[in-house]
DNA sequence: TCCATTTCGCTACGCGAGTAGCGTAACAGA
DNA sequence: TCTGTTACGCTACTCGCGTAGCGAAATGGA
């Protein structure tokens, strides 16, 4: 039997560099999946044979500009924290940032299909996070029978929490006061105070 | 100049009485104004000129039938907040709460005007949790130099967190080690071990 | 009674998501 | 070259959100 019409590999290239642009350009709301497939040169049904859905696209070019943030280490676990959490109450402050993970969030939860790659987007940066304790373990700036993950979700939970739940403000004194009770709570020796 | 035709005062009570229905039958997804409004013997034009937009209705709707859950407060500080973790955690297990959550988070973040609407549906059930730390420093069960708030949110923060956005397993003994963290942080005297 | 005003119901429309079906193009193998 | 198979483009459709415009109903006031 033989093995039909290839398919065309460009056009997960093309269409999700579109996507990409499309999102930066008008965020989530503006995102049309028949304008993706105008800008792409590809008929809007071939989208669909790809991606089965518009949050399937979202998520798809999402991926490929979430590596574009770095994460810096300056060896001070704490401050390093502080900035870490810093960094996503200044996304969320955003409202264009702030739409886009909500949707993304939601995707997850409308398509069972989805969760696991929108799971995939915020593990890979909490990853990056992790490596902060094994670093500071090394270094032997704390012990190592803590729970990083436990900490990790207690200060970025928070953060998540108090920008899209509650409304509440997420600014720096707050930040500095979240970092040391989360760190005090697990045993971690007060570096430095406030 | 006259009065011009009142407005039917019923319009309001019978539509959200439906749309409650209509949650509880089909959640979020199935959710369509159309079917509201004929359900409600109403006009769908007549909908859209109290609720500006599906989500004003479904943030409205919820709105009505969220105070029915109540908090069992026990005096027990640490189990209570467990509890109120356990339950958080339960209730974001199921699909359809999690999508009806998600999309309210959305919504708020979709337009402006209902960001306020939904952190009150919050506000009031943090509110009772915020009333179990006044009861537990009147008791002398803790000391009151401590912040209630920032314990909540870390709290709180992590179990929404893991449940919506990392799709970690929120389970007992992470709910126990969570709380007893938080409450470690903030200086509170452990008053019963795991 | 006549008029201005406001609400209501209804029809029709535009838009974007997602689907179905058809003809055609691009292959592999006989 | 002929056949089977798969991908593509295109048209047309359904569905739900939200809007525009019209005539009728329900009021208060002249």
């Known amino acids: ?61 999402v991926a490929t500009f979430l590596d574009d943030v770095a994460i810096e280490e300056t060896g001070d676990l704490r401050a390093d924290l502080v900035r870490i959490a810093a960094a996503i109450a200044a996304g969320l402050g955003q409202p264009g940032i702030r739409l886009l993970v909500s949707e993304l969030i939601a995707a997850g939860a409308r398509q069972p299909d989805l969760a696991a790659s929108v799971y995939q987007l915020w593990a890979r940066r909490r990853a990056a996070s992790l490596d902060l304790f094994a670093a500071a373990v090394g270094q032997g700036e704390q012990a190592d029978d803590v729970d990083p993950g436990l900490i990790l979700d207690q200060i ?16 720096d004194d707050y930040l500095k006061r979240l970092v040391s009770a989360a760190l005090a709570g697990a045993g971690v020796s007060s570096g430095g105070l406030a």
């Open 1 to 61: 039997m033989g093995g039909g019409r290839p398919r065309d590999t460009g056009v997960e290239e093309r269409v999700v560099a579109v996507a990409r642009e499309m999102l930066r350009e008008g965020g989530y709301a503006r995102f049309a999946v028949d304008q993706v497939a105008d800008r792409a040169g590809v008929a809007k049904t071939t989208v669909y044979r790809r991606w089965p859905s518009r949050d399937h696209l979202v998520v798809a070019a």
């Open 156 to 171: 970025i939970g928070a953060v998540y929490y108090r920008a899209l739940i509650t409304g509440d403000p997420v600014d």
